[in-house]
């Protein structure tokens, strides 16, 4: 996983709680404050050890933490990739296009890294579906940055996002409707 991602679970997890949590949940996982660094690409076993720890610490289950994670990531996602982003997009819009822009980026800058392959079906003008596939099992993510994303563009009243799989498997249909 991109080192990028883990630096801001750091920031999430010391405005959320503080430093010394940030700490102690590094030594429950048997890590290093150095271990990460936004330019590598880290084991998933780092992420899967951390959020596991932190669920052991807070009582929140993985899954949650997951979610709250996503929605924390949008603001500097959209601030990292906002040249390519289309003024006149919406969250279903940006939704639809992850995959052939920001994804694609990734893949190109960091071969080493595999962000989950998100196949969109857009169903009609306020609904469309994406087929999570990844053997990172981390449906839960995605699900957060759905969220995050309609925060971001001040729909989160008028989007209703349902998971309609398992949040933990390879593959996780969500579907994402615009309300009227």
Do not use: C
Not at 30 to 46: C, Q, S
Not at 56 to 66: S, V, Y
């Amino acid at each position: 996983m991109h080192g990028t991602i883990f630096t801001l679970l750091k920031r999430y997890v010391q405005t959320q709680y503080d430093h010394s949590t940030w700490i102690q949940l590094l030594e429950n996982s048997g890590l290093t404050a150095t271990d990460f660094d936004h330019k590598h690409v880290y084991p998933d076993e780092h992420m899967y050890r951390l959020v596991g720890q932190a669920s052991a610490m807070t009582g929140i289950p993985a899954h949650e933490l997951q979610e709250k994670l996503g929605e924390y990531l949008v603001p500097d996602l959209m601030y990292m990739y906002q040249k390519l982003l289309q003024p006149e997009w919406t969250t279903l819009d940006m939704l639809e296009h992850t995959e052939y822009t920001m994804h694609r980026q990734v893949r190109s800058e960091h071969t080493e890294n595999a962000p989950p392959v998100l196949n969109v079906t857009r169903i009609g003008p306020d609904e469309l579906f994406i087929d999570y596939v990844s053997k990172r099992r981390m449906g839960a993510l995605a699900v957060g940055i759905v969220r995050g994303v309609a925060a971001y563009y001040d729909e989160a009243d008028v989007i209703k996002i349902e998971p309609t799989t398992s949040e933990n498997g390879e593959e996780v249909r969500i579907r994402v409707r615009r309300l009227r």
